[in-house]
C-alpha cells in the first residue's frame, strides 16, 4: 500500500511540474509575443537595402557603356561615332534613373500602429493598409491595397531587417 500511494505522490508532483513547466513557457511565448509586437510599433525609415536584380542591372549597363565606348574608340566615321554617342547617353541616362530611384527609397517610412494598422509614406505617396506579426515563425503580414505580402523579419538591436528571399533584403532603423 505505502508502495502504491509513494507511486501516486510521484505522479501528482510530476503532473505538477509538467503544469508548473507549461504555464511558465505558455507565459513566456506570451511575454515575447507582446514584446516583439512592441518593438515593431513605431515609424521606421529605410537604412540599408540589396536588390539583386537592380545590381545586375546596374552591372549590366556598365558593361553596355563599356562596350560602347570601346567600339567609339575604333571608329572614325562620324554617323557611327553619333549613334555611339547617343546610345552611351541613353543608357548612362537610364542608369541616372535608376540610381535616382534607389536613392529615393531612403526618403521611405513605414509606421506600424499598435492597433495593427499600416502607413507606407513613399516617394510615390501614401498607402495604407493592416499588419500582424507571427514571433513563433518571425514573420510580418501586411494587407496593403489589397495585396498581402509575407516577409522574414528580424531584430539586430536597433535595426528592422526584412528578409526578402535568400539575398534581398531592407533594413529599417526607428525613427520616432
Partial sequence: MEFCYLCCLQNDFVRSVAFISSLLLLLAATSCKKTDRSRLTGTWRVADMRFEYLDRQKDFMQRQIDLLTDSLARTA??????????????????ADELKANEDSMYLNRWIFRADGTFEAQETGGSRTGIWSYDPLHQRLFTVIDEQTASVEVRFQKDTLKLQLDSVNYMSFVRVE
Fill in 77 to 94: 566615321d562620324s554617323v557611327v561615332t553619333a549613334q555611339l554617342s547617343d546610345q552611351i547617353q541613353i543608357i548612362r541616362d537610364r
